[in-house]
């Protein structure tokens, strides 16, 4: 209740102070060009020279900004603000108006005292208006009391110690079940593992054989092959004392000479040696019949 009545009284001043102002400027350009000249000595240069040059214009901006600035104070709205927009233009008009120190005329200096003082209180009043909550808390307080909420809030989301033991609890169990099975599972496999080993290698053994049999057996087939069929055009190329002079000729003789070669080992090896023999008599054995193909082709 104090507060409707306490605002209005106090923006009363300056709402009257500002519309005087804004009305009959020139009366306070002298003052206001004064507090321009001392605001450009203070700033560095860069910054003063955006200081207004205009001291009417200034004048009549302050005197509004009061107008303004004291309405809403007076009616309620955004207090807070209002005050300390007041309190800011308040500053250049104390020492424009009231700045009783400049003058050595004894009237002049007291009148200018009284006025010093009377905005010095004035000012105070806007400070104690800027910082009044209301009764409500203020700006600091709910930032630490939201603060404070937000901790009690994750502490109650985040597990007791008592949840936290349980928790380890069942995951020690669940350890330790999944542990023994998989000790068990390894046991059972490592037995199953030494009763076949035997069957297994016996089995292998058995298989490589047979594997190496085939080979031998293909490989004796491909050699009977070879020699129904190229032995007889190659006797009758040698046998041809021009024919064998050609160098095709001479080569698919020394190919099929190295794959008879390779075949006679692979007969006489076993084993793993046997198994690169073959390998490497297929090997040369395609060669001499590609030999064979192109001296046929050279000599028709």
């Known amino acids: 209740m104090i507060r409707k009545f306490a605002r209005p009284m106090l923006a009363s001043v300056?709402?009257?102070?500002g519309a005087e102002t804004v009305l009959n400027p020139q009366a306070h350009v002298e003052g206001t060009e004064v507090v321009l000249d001392r605001i450009r000595y203070v700033l560095p240069r860069k910054y003063a020279k955006r200081i207004s040059k205009d001291p009417a214009t200034v004048t009549r901006i302050i005197g509004g900004t009061k107008v303004g600035a004291g309405s809403l104070l007076a009616l309620g709205r955004l207090p807070r603000i209002s005050a300390a927009a007041l309190a800011v233009v308040t500053v250049p008009t104390i020492l424009a108006r009231n700045a009783f120190w400049?003058?050595?005329d004894a009237n002049e200096k007291r009148d200018r005292r009284n006025g010093f003082v009377t905005n010095i209180a004035l000012l105070g009043g806007l400070f104690i208006t800027a910082v009044d909550t209301e009764g409500k808390p203020g700006v600091k307080w709910r930032a630490n009391h939201a603060a404070q909420v937000g901790k009690k809030q994750i502490q109650q989301a985040l597990p007791t110690k008592s949840?936290?033991?349980k928790i380890g609890e069942k995951a020690s169990d669940w350890i330790s079940d999944t542990t023994g099975k998989v000790s068990e599972y390894a046991h059972t496999a490592q037995?199953?593992?030494?009763?076949?080993?035997?069957?297994?290698?016996?089995?292998?053994?058995?298989?490589a054989r047979k594997a190496a049999d085939t080979v031998t057996d293909y490989a004796h087939k491909a050699t009977a092959f070879v020699e129904d069929n190229r032995a007889d055009w190659l006797d009758a190329a040698q046998t041809n004392a021009k024919t064998a002079r050609n160098s095709a000729v001479k080569a698919?003789?020394?190919?099929?000479?190295?794959?008879?070669?390779?075949?006679?080992?692979?007969?006489?090896t076993t084993g793993r040696a046997a198994k690169k023999a073959n390998k490497n008599y297929g090997k040369l054995q395609k060669r001499a019949d590609k030999a064979v193909d192109r001296a046929q082709k050279k000599l028709k």
């Open 14 to 17: 300056y709402i009257a102070d």
């Open 102 to 104: 400049e003058t050595q």
């Open 163 to 165: 949840e936290t033991e």
């Open 191 to 207: 037995e199953f593992v030494g009763e076949n080993k035997e069957d297994w290698l016996k089995t292998a053994t058995e298989t």
């Open 252 to 268: 698919a003789t020394k190919a099929q000479d190295k794959a008879n070669f390779a075949l006679q080992v692979a007969e006489e």
